[in-house]
């Protein structure tokens, strides 16, 4: 059974930088059906997605993110990663990691990490 | 963008009787949409692909219908268990994937 792993970064101050990772097991990372995806949750909020690599390095991005925003993958490793730079108090959330199944039509999450909340505060 | 809306923003429902949840697409998504429960404290969890398609253990009253810009995600008897927030989410038009705000189902 695929499963997903964050790290927890915890607590950032304003500016600094956001970095996350995320372990796949039980799963290749390298799989042609997958796309690893970042969401997050604002506290007692919606989801949102912030974008999705693939094992090859393509990633898309949420326009609205895009410009502070960069994925990466290790295969070797099987992680795949978030950096967000600039954080504000409004990038407080809960950060999950995800499989987003993909072929021609299809784009939904069936894998979630447990989820990392990440604040930011001065 | 694609913009998600569900209603309502709660539900309260006795056991053993039917939930009804609503989104609406603000523009075509043909059938690509999904639907998810979220516990508290817990991570989403795939219900519903294509609008119909139930994951893979999902019970059966879990139901969901619809296409173009108007989708149901019915619960046929609600059990206790089924306290949680559902959200649906698009992926006709990408980037970016969208989420509806979500629906609280309560139990009464």
């Known amino acids: 059974q695929l499963q997903l792993q964050e790290s927890a970064p915890g607590l950032l101050k304003p500016s600094e930088t956001l970095s996350l990772s995320c372990t796949v097991s039980?799963?290749?990372?390298?799989?042609?059906?997958?796309?690893w995806a970042w969401i997050r949750q604002s506290p007692g909020q919606g989801l949102e997605w912030i974008g999705g690599i693939y094992y090859t390095g393509i990633t898309y991005y949420n326009p609205s993110l895009e410009s502070r925003v960069t994925l990466s993958t290790d295969t070797s490793k099987s992680q795949f990663s978030l950096t967000l730079r600039s954080v504000t108090a409004a990038d407080t959330a809960v950060y999950y990691c995800?499989?987003?199944?993909?072929?021609?039509?299809?784009?939904?999450?069936?894998?979630w990490g447990q989820g990392t909340l990440v604040a930011v505060s001065s | 963008e694609v913009v998600m809306t569900q209603s309502p923003a709660t539900l309260s429902v006795s056991p053993g009787e039917r939930a009804t949840l609503s989104c609406r697409a603000s523009q075509s998504v043909t059938t690509n949409l999904a639907w998810y429960q979220q516990k508290p404290g817990q991570a989403p969890r795939l219900l519903i692909y294509?609008?119909?398609t139930r994951a893979t253990g999902i019970p059966a009253r879990f139901s969901g219908s619809g296409s173009g810009t108007e989708f149901t995600l019915t619960i046929s008897s609600l059990q206790s268990e089924d306290s949680a927030v559902y959200y649906c989410q698009q992926y006709n038009n990408w980037p970016p994937l969208t989420f509806g705000g979500g629906t609280k189902v309560e139990i009464k």
């Open positions: 995800a499989r987003q199944y993909t072929s021609s039509w299809t784009n939904w999450f069936d894998a």
């Open positions: 294509g609008a119909s």
């Open positions: 039980g799963g290749s990372i390298s799989s042609t059906t997958s796309y």
